[in-house]
Protein backbone atom coordinates (compact mmCIF):
# COMPACT_ATOMS: atom_id res chain seq x y z
CA UNK A 1 0.00 0.00 0.00
CA UNK A 2 1.42 3.41 -1.12
CA UNK A 3 1.47 6.00 1.00
CA UNK A 4 -1.04 8.98 0.57
CA UNK A 5 0.02 12.01 -1.75
CA UNK A 6 0.67 15.55 0.44
CA UNK A 7 -1.51 18.14 -1.42
CA UNK A 8 -0.51 21.22 -2.09
CA UNK A 9 -1.49 24.13 -1.03
CA UNK A 10 -2.67 27.16 -2.77
CA UNK A 11 -1.07 30.69 -3.35
CA UNK A 12 -3.65 32.63 -1.82
CA UNK A 13 -2.43 30.41 1.66
CA UNK A 14 0.91 30.49 0.93
CA UNK A 15 0.82 34.03 1.13
CA UNK A 16 -1.70 34.69 3.88
CA UNK A 17 0.58 32.09 6.28
CA UNK A 18 4.21 34.25 5.08
CA UNK A 19 1.93 37.39 5.94
CA UNK A 20 1.08 36.31 9.12
CA UNK A 21 4.19 34.71 9.93
CA UNK A 22 6.27 37.48 9.13
CA UNK A 23 4.13 39.72 11.11
CA UNK A 24 4.50 36.80 14.34
CA UNK A 25 8.37 37.47 13.87
CA UNK A 26 9.17 40.74 12.98
CA UNK A 27 12.89 41.19 11.37
CA UNK A 28 15.64 42.42 13.80
CA UNK A 29 16.78 44.59 11.12
CA UNK A 30 14.18 46.26 8.72
CA UNK A 31 15.67 45.10 5.53
CA UNK A 32 18.52 42.67 6.47
CA UNK A 33 16.65 39.58 6.49
CA UNK A 34 20.10 37.89 7.18
CA UNK A 35 20.41 39.42 10.58
CA UNK A 36 17.44 37.22 11.90
CA UNK A 37 14.14 37.31 13.62
CA UNK A 38 13.93 39.31 16.66
CA UNK A 39 11.58 36.67 18.39
CA UNK A 40 11.85 33.21 17.74
CA UNK A 41 14.16 30.94 16.29
CA UNK A 42 13.75 29.87 12.63
CA UNK A 43 12.14 26.23 13.97
CA UNK A 44 10.02 28.23 15.25
CA UNK A 45 8.91 30.22 12.73
CA UNK A 46 8.49 27.05 10.57
CA UNK A 47 6.10 25.84 13.18
CA UNK A 48 4.39 28.55 13.11
CA UNK A 49 4.11 28.43 9.38
CA UNK A 50 3.09 24.75 9.13
CA UNK A 51 0.36 25.25 11.87
CA UNK A 52 -0.68 28.02 9.82
CA UNK A 53 -0.84 26.23 6.56
CA UNK A 54 -2.76 22.88 8.60
CA UNK A 55 -5.38 25.21 9.98
CA UNK A 56 -6.17 26.92 6.62
CA UNK A 57 -4.52 30.29 7.43
CA UNK A 58 -6.81 30.38 10.81
CA UNK A 59 -4.53 31.14 13.79
CA UNK A 60 -5.97 31.98 17.19
CA UNK A 61 -4.55 35.12 18.19
CA UNK A 62 -7.43 35.50 20.90
CA UNK A 63 -6.30 32.55 22.96
CA UNK A 64 -2.48 34.22 22.54
CA UNK A 65 -3.60 37.73 23.37
CA UNK A 66 -5.58 36.55 26.65
CA UNK A 67 -2.73 33.95 27.79
CA UNK A 68 -0.64 37.14 28.37
Do not use: H, W
Not at 2 to 9: C, F, G, K, V, Y
Not at 35 to 63: H, L, M, P, T
Amino acid sequence: MLPDRATAITAELARKCSALTAKQFPPREPGNPAAGSAKGSGSDQRAFYSKCVANDGKIDNEAKSSAK
